[in-house]
């Protein structure tokens, strides 16, 4: 039995935002166009919207991010709203308090918003499933599952350098079978027609039956980055060496870590993205992390107005007459 | 004392009896079948008119939870489900908690459950010590002492392959059945759903199909090697169906059965992470629910069972792979079990020796048949009557079932457990 989509109120709007699967392609392009308001707001001097002002967001990281966790942060304030960070290690919710009552208890402080970063998939759906009906959720990455807002701040870097998405060839390589960016990109891309969508990777770190996810498979990165526009190296943790997943970084690196040679197989005007924070000289040397088609630190930066675009538009759902002012 | 059940329609596959007839039953055993014996003095009368009269359901894996996790089931509340459900026998797993590898704990466990009075319970003995694959459980003074009808390492599978043979050699020369849940746990480790499209999709830590038909290969030629008699429970995929189907082709004393989920539901119904579709084995694909439908329909898979797992609410209430696995069953056999008629697989006759006749035969008892003399215990169910699967109603403590909201076709009306009604629904 596949229940509604969760993430819209009655009325079809944006609730919570925890996956890019099922959401349409209007959606997505609102969602890129609102952020586009908000990344001119960064460049100015009063860096500050008072969108979200009487606004409580709580940032609940159920798994270490101080990346992930600053930009929401800083996106919130931006918003003016007010901000609680919540670090819950792991053990304390396991041994006592359960992860329901920890909400009931936030939710008893008038929160307004819960941004949920959790190590087992589905962690955000569930929450959003049991949460007041007041609140909103937004998923900063649930296990291997889905992380929608870097899949968002991703497609509006790539949209700023290739304003065509049904023209793109885009290359995903790396550990695609534990990564939740992978899966919230390959959503995001089908969805904004990308035609070409590839994953690279040994096929220990490729899920199986991925291609029905709209992407194709391949195993030689030689062949796979062939005249792609977009590159998204993905970061390779390092407990992946422990298993019999890989033999070694080394080896990694001279089959899939992006050179300059293998750079040059793709597009000359290819960009190169990378989630973040890289591994050098595992997944990406140095040079092309650095180097001129790299816009790494540019998504960096768009992740700050996508966010507040993100934030705006759920949590504006309630608040349509302040947005208008 | 007699009790009368008229103008019910008699299914006693046993005895290839499928026609209207009444039933006569005194001091707990059936005395006559269609005409009323002289001097029987009926009681009690039953109309069954439009009903179906058959063998109480024999279920060849249910958790009771007691010992141990009487925060999620007792004895009683289960065996009182079980009742609701048409169940007379249920055979339970040795992981309770103390373990069954004692003849204490068989007895204690089956004692409780003629106390309670709703269903004759009987026990797997561990295979192994505390269940933990290393030294070899007392099993014969678990048959003889503590009447266990088989052995079983329940869900922890004997990872080293040499104890595995000793102890299939060691039950073989007991004469005790094993029971097997096949499960290579170097493949499984970690996962929580079938290995595939949805498991892909949800980044959910996958349990690839190979988890389980590595070990059916494995304990198929350890089979072969010791002359065990094997029992495969709760298979899941089609490839391991056609693996042991094989082996019975080629004379291996081995049967198998499917739990009823299995043949309703694939990883799909996960849907959005739904806990309740977080089973062990894991939902699979269309392709293996077929199979398995059909396996069932042709007899390789002689017996359905409830897998019966209650759980308190907490334990749903997690993140999909936080959750424990695991169904409340008891009630839904029956109905779950008539669906396959849909599809007109096979008659009602054969389904029903699958639910009765075919797992008392597996289980070694003497049970499932209504002959003259048979142990009188009874289903009867009214298979028109359509019923919506609530939480509210159920009788297990476990509410934990993705059936809830489904309509059901098939509802017992009586169970009667030595002669005894031990169920009765209330009017419609």
Known sequence: MIRKDIQFDKKGRLRHFLTTEGISRPLITDILDYAENFASVVNKPVKKAPLLRGKTIANLFFEASTRTRTTFELAAKRLSADVININIQTSATKKGESLLDMLRNLEAMHTDMFIVRHMTSGAAHFIAEHVAPHISVINAGDGSHAHPTQAMLDMFTIRRHKPDFTALRVAIVGDIMHSRVARSQIHALNILGVPDVRVIGPHTLIPPHVENMGVHVFHQVEQGLRDADVIIMLRLQRERMQGALLPSEAEYFANYGLTPDKLALAKPDAIVMHPGPINRGVEIDSTVADGPQSVILEQVTNGLAVRMAIMAMVLGRTSDEEVAS | ?428
Not at chain 2, 157 to 177: D, F, Q, W
Not at chain 2, 180 to 193: E, M, N, W
Not at chain 2, 293 to 315: E, R, W
Request: glycine share 8%; charged share 20%.
């Open chain 2, 1 to 428: 004392m007699g009790l009368h059940i008229k103008n019910g329609h008699l299914i006693d596959p046993a005895n290839e009896v499928d026609s209207k007839a009444d039933l006569f039953i005194e001091n707990g055993q059936v005395v006559a079948i269609g005409n009323q014996p002289e001097g029987f003095n009926a009681e009690t009368v039953i109309d069954a008119a439009g009903q179906i009269v058959c063998p109480g359901l024999v279920d060849l894996s249910a958790r009771l939870r007691e010992p141990g996790q009487e925060h999620k089931g007792t004895i009683e509340s289960e065996t009182r489900a079980a009742a609701a459900g048409g169940i007379t026998t249920l055979c339970v797993p040795p992981d309770t908690d103390p373990i069954i590898d004692t003849p204490a704990i068989s007895k204690l466990i089956r004692n409780r459950a003629r106390i309670a009075g709703f269903a004759n319970v009987v026990t797997l003995g561990a295979l192994t010590h505390q269940l933990q694959g290393e030294h070899l459980a007392e099993m014969s003074e678990l048959q003889t002492v503590g009447g266990c009808v088989g052995i079983s390492n329940a869900l922890n599978p004997v990872k080293n392959t040499l104890i595995m043979r000793r102890a299939m050699e060691y039950a073989a020369s007991c004469g005790l059945t094993i029971f097997l849940h096949a499960d290579d746990t170097g493949l499984s480790a970690g996962g929580c759903a079938h290995e595939g499209m949805i498991s892909t999709r949800l980044g959910l830590a996958g349990i690839p199909e190979s988890a389980e038909t590595v070990a059916v290969a494995r304990e198929l030629m350890l089979i072969e090697q010791t002359g065990v008699r094997a029992h495969f429970c709760h298979l899941s995929s089609a490839h391991s169906i056609k693996m042991i189907a094989r082996a019975q082709h080629d004379g291996l004393p081995v049967t198998m059965d499917v739990a009823a989920h299995q043949l309703h539901l694939t990883d799909m119904d996960i849907g959005f992470f739904n806990s309740q579709c977080h089973v062990l084995p894991p939902l699979r694909t269309q392709r293996d629910k077929d199979a398995l439908s059909k396996a069932v329909a042709q007899g390789c898979i002689s017996a359905i069972c409830s897998d019966h797992q209650p759980h308190d609410a907490d334990a749903k209430l997690a993140p999909f792979g936080e959750t424990e696995p695991g169904i409340s069953a008891l009630e839904t056999l029956l109905p779950l079990a008539l669906r396959l008629l849909d599809d007109k697989l096979l008659s009602l006759s054969d389904l029903i020796s699958r639910l009765t006749t075919q797992p008392a035969q597996i289980l070694g008892l003497n049970l499932g048949h209504l002959g003259q003399g048979a142990k009188a215990d009874i289903c009867i169910f009214d298979p028109e009557q359509h019923w919506n699967v609530a939480p509210e109603n159920m009788l297990s403590q476990g509410k934990n079932t993705p059936f809830i909201g489904w309509e059901m076709k098939g509802k017992v009306t009586h169970t009667l457990l030595n002669g005894q009604i031990v169920y009765q629904a209330d009017k419609p």
